[in-house]
């Protein structure tokens, strides 16, 4: 396996979002009644966009997840973006990678004006030749559009040089769509055998172990 162009998820797979996404979702749960249990069962939420969630998760109308989604976002933009920090390995695999001629992206279904917020911040942004994601408007959030925006942005025109590292079924399956294979990597969001039964081509436990992957 060794793909020239190499797509990273960001939510869960390049940075541990998870304290910022959670007290956000919980803040917008609360603010509709609604108990929002334990961290671990908002796992969930990490991954796909905000608003499919909340109707998918809780059979919400459009226009009570659009309204969940601003008490969310307020609460995201102003605290929650601080509350996050690197995988473990990801700078180094990074570096690694660079180091052996591939060249990297970044494909999200977070709001890309975040993503690149966060980026910037940790001395991440140069790794990346293209940095795609979401809409704040929710125009462009579909897993396969961000990845095809991104292989557009690379020009990449053979997919089987390229490949998706991602840590939910929502990253393998928009692969898919969007012609590539994907790497699952298991940082701890995902269900058992969640990234498998999507069609993972392979399922790695750390950055560590992905670089091998990819480099031999």
């Known amino acids: 396996m060794r793909p020239d162009y190499v ?3 960001f939510d869960g797979t390049l940075f541990d979002t998870s304290e910022g996404i959670l007290k956000g979702i919980r803040t917008a749960l609360e603010s509709a009644g609604i108990a929002a249990g334990q961290d671990k069962e908002l796992y ?23 309204r969940l ?13 601080l509350q996050c920090r690197p995988v473990e390995g990801a700078r180094a695999c990074l570096d690694k990678l660079l180091a052996a001629g591939k060249t990297l992206a970044v ?13 910037e911040r940790y ?13 704040l408007d929710e125009t462009r959030s579909k897993k396969s559009e961000v990845i095809g925006a991104a292989l ?10 390229a490949i998706m590292v991602g840590d939910r079924k929502y990253d ?6 969007a012609g590539l294979s994907c790497i699952g990597i298991d940082t701890g969001f995902s269900e058992p055998h969640e ?17 091998k992957l990819l480099l031999g």
Do not use: C, H
């Open 172 to 177: 393998v399956l928009g692969a898919a769509e």
């Open 7 to 9: 797509l990273f998820d």
């Open 69 to 81: 989604k601003a008490v969310y976002r307020n609460y995201y933009r102003d605290t929650g973006i």
């Open 44 to 66: 969930k939420f990490i991954g796909p966009p905000v608003v499919q969630a909340f109707k998918e998760f809780y059979g919400m109308s459009e226009e009570e997840a659009q």
């Open 123 to 135: 001395g991440f942004d140069g790794y990346f030749s293209a940095v795609e994601g979401g809409r």
């Open 152 to 161: 557009s942005k690379l020009g990449v025109k053979e997919l089987s040089r």
């Open 195 to 211: 990234l498998e039964d999507a069609g993972a081509v392979a399922v790695v436990k750390s950055f560590a172990e992905l670089e």
């Open 107 to 119: 494909a999200t279904s977070k709001p890309e004006v975040f993503a690149r917020s966060i980026l």
